[in-house]
C-alpha cells in the first residue's frame, strides 16, 4: 500500500471590501509587520478623506487578512499599498486585492496603473507580473532602511472587466 499525500488546505474564503477607520488597528499591525518604513496611523487617516482614493481590504473568517490602496488622478492610479497578514500569505489574498485594485481603478477612469516595488521583492515583483505588470523603469535609491532602488511597474487597464462596485 503508498501512502498518499496529504491533501492541500482548502483555500480560505476571501471576502472584499472597504476599508473602514475602525480596521485601523490590524492594518497597521500588518503594515509594521510588511514593511521596513511603514507608514503612519496619520497618512491612513489622511487617505479615508481623499475622494481619490481607494481603499480595499481583504476578510477571512470575519478577520482582516490584508488591504490595498490605490488612488486615480485623471487616467493614471496607483498602487499606493499592498499588504497580507503573515498568517495569511502564500494563500492568494494578495492577488485578489491587486484585481480588485486594477477594477477600482477602471471604475474611476484610469487607463493605466503604476506601483513601485523593491528591487530585491522577487515574491511582489511574480504577483505584479501575474496580474499583467511590466517593468517600465527604475528609481535609484528609492527606498530606505536598506537604501535600495525601486522597479517601477505598468499595466494598461484597457482589458480590466469592471465588476460592480465593493460594498
Known amino acids: ?11 480560505p474564503e ?20 510588511s514593511f521596513s518604513v511603514p507608514w503612519s496611523e496619520t497618512t ?3 487617505l479615508f478623506l481623499h475622494p481619490d482614493a481607494d481603499l480595499l481590504a481583504a476578510e477571512v473568517a470575519d478577520r482582516l487578512a ?13 498602487l499606493g499599498n499592498v499588504a497580507v497578514a503573515p498568517e495569511a500569505r502564500r494563500q492568494g489574498i494578495g492577488e485578489r486585492l491587486v484585481r480588485a485594485a486594477l477594477a477600482a481603478a477602471r ?7 503604476f506601483l ?14 501575474r496580474c499583467g ?3 517600465v523603469g527604475r528609481r535609484r535609491r ?26
Open 1 to 11: 500500500m503508498s501512502a498518499q499525500p496529504d491533501p492541500q488546505p482548502p483555500a
Open 14 to 33: 476571501v471576502r472584499l471590501r472597504r476599508l473602514r477607520p475602525d480596521d485601523l488597528p490590524e492594518v497597521l499591525r500588518i503594515e509594521r509587520a
Open 44 to 46: 491612513f487617516r489622511n
Open 66 to 78: 490584508g488591504y490595498a490602496i490605490v488612488w486615480t488622478v485623471g487616467d493614471q492610479a496607483e
Open 107 to 113: 471604475r474611476r477612469g484610469a487607463r493605466e496603473m
Open 116 to 129: 513601485e516595488v523593491r528591487e530585491s521583492n522577487v515574491g511582489a515583483q511574480a504577483l505584479y507580473r
Open 133 to 135: 505588470f511590466e517593468v
Open 142 to 167: 528609492y527606498y530606505t532602511h536598506p537604501t535600495e532602488d525601486a522597479l517601477v511597474m505598468r499595466r494598461p487597464l484597457l482589458d480590466t472587466p469592471t465588476p460592480p462596485a465593493l460594498l
